[in-house]
């Protein structure tokens, strides 16, 4: 059985507060974009785990895919042994929710292909135990996301009018160092109450909280935003904590880009 994670953008990010446990409330509103990776599973004698693909540095027990099957077995140790094949296109450490989104496709295709028969409110509660951002993609709507990532509310929001550029500059950003820049703040007006507005209205008041600590770590990536809207954008921002970017074009508009550097760009219509 095979499936397609794909990614995330995030329109608007506010950081609130920082909790008592470590981590941080924050609101965003999560919109999915068809940027994809390929997931499959096939019987085995033996649990494991082939990529192909882009490069995925680290150990890969540390692999979301790997982290939603020894949770799941660990709730229902009959699970059989699989070996698991991981397609990557989508780029890694990029804000774009690449790997929770392999992480919470994982766990719904392992619910559907053997019937575990969880729903999608425990699907969701396994998911965070894999990332903040993994318990999206079970729903995988427009949603007004809040707390760590667990509360997710389905968001009135249609944006298939346009077409995105999704530029990746090849870095990777550190979401724990990006959050150690942070002063947490409530937002001055509700990113829900601006989405009510046209696209056209977005660029000066709708903000990612992450882009004034990014850009002064690396001045370099303001000038991506300042090119998107050169180029047409309707709206641009940083996603996540970086360190991809996205513009909102007029849909079926090519635009035409001139980076100084070697920087990976998607066209998603």
Same mark, same amino acid.
């Given at each position: 059985?095979?499936?397609?994670?794909?990614?995330?953008?995030?329109?608007?990010?506010?950081?609130?507060?920082?909790?008592?446990?470590?981590?941080?409330?924050?609101?965003?509103?999560?919109?999915?974009?068809?940027?994809?990776?390929?997931?499959?599973?096939?019987?085995?004698?033996?649990?494991?785990?082939?990529?192909?693909?882009?490069?995925?540095?680290?150990?890969?027990?540390?692999?979301?895919?790997?982290?939603?099957?020894?949770?799941?077995?660990?709730?229902?140790?009959?699970?059989?042994?699989?070996?698991?094949?991981?397609?990557?296109?989508?780029?890694?450490?990029?804000?774009?929710?690449?790997?929770?989104?392999?992480?919470?496709?994982?766990?719904?295709?392992?619910?559907?292909?053997?019937?575990?028969?969880?729903?999608?409110?425990?699907?969701?509660?396994?998911?965070?135990?894999?990332?903040?951002?993994?318990?999206?993609?079970?729903?995988?709507? #427009?949603? *007004?996301?809040?707390?760590?990532?667990? %509360?997710?509310? !389905?968001?009135? &929001?249609?944006? +298939?009018?346009?077409?995105? /550029?999704?530029?990746?500059?090849?870095?990777?950003?550190?979401?724990?160092?990006?959050?150690?820049?942070?002063?947490?703040?409530?937002?001055?007006?509700?990113?829900?109450?601006?989405?009510?507005?046209?696209?056209?209205?977005?660029?000066?008041?709708?903000?990612?909280?992450?882009?004034? #600590?990014? *850009?002064?770590?690396?001045?370099?990536? %303001?000038?991506? !935003?300042?090119? &998107?809207?050169? +180029?047409?954008?309707?709206? /641009?921002?940083?996603?996540?904590?970086?360190?991809?970017?996205?513009?909102?074009?007029?849909?079926?508009?090519?635009?035409?880009?001139?980076?100084?550097?070697?920087?990976?760009?998607?066209?998603?219509?």
């Amino acid at each position: 059985m095979i499936l397609f994670p794909n990614c995330k953008i995030n329109i608007g990010l506010n950081v609130v507060r920082k909790r008592p446990d470590g981590f941080h409330d924050l609101e965003s509103v999560f919109y999915p974009i068809l940027l994809k990776d390929v997931i499959e599973i096939v019987p085995a004698d033996i649990f494991q785990l082939s990529i192909s693909g882009l490069n995925i540095p680290g150990d890969n027990q540390n692999n979301a895919c790997v982290k939603a099957y020894y949770l799941a077995k660990k709730n229902f140790p009959g699970l059989p042994q699989v070996k698991m094949y991981l397609h990557k296109h989508i780029p890694i450490g990029s804000g774009l929710g690449g790997g929770s989104a392999d992480g919470a496709f994982m766990l719904r295709l392992l619910n559907n292909n053997f019937k575990l028969n969880l729903t999608t409110e425990q699907l969701i509660d396994y998911a965070l135990n894999i990332g903040s951002d993994c318990p999206f993609f079970i729903l995988n709507q #427009p949603s *007004f996301v809040s707390g760590r990532g667990e %509360s997710i509310e !389905k968001f009135p &929001l249609d944006l +298939s009018a346009y077409s995105f /550029a999704l530029v990746h500059p090849g870095i990777h950003i550190s979401t724990s160092w990006a959050f150690s820049k942070i002063k947490p703040t409530p937002a001055i007006r509700p990113i829900q109450e601006i989405l009510q507005e046209p696209v056209t209205n977005w660029q000066d008041q709708l903000i990612n909280d992450f882009e004034i #600590p990014v *850009f002064k770590e690396y001045p370099f990536l %303001s000038d991506i !935003k300042k090119t &998107l809207y050169k +180029s047409g954008a309707l709206y /641009a921002s940083m996603t996540g904590s970086g360190s991809s970017f996205y513009g909102i074009f007029k849909k079926n508009t090519v635009p035409s880009f001139s980076f100084d550097q070697n920087f990976r760009v998607d066209i998603v219509k």
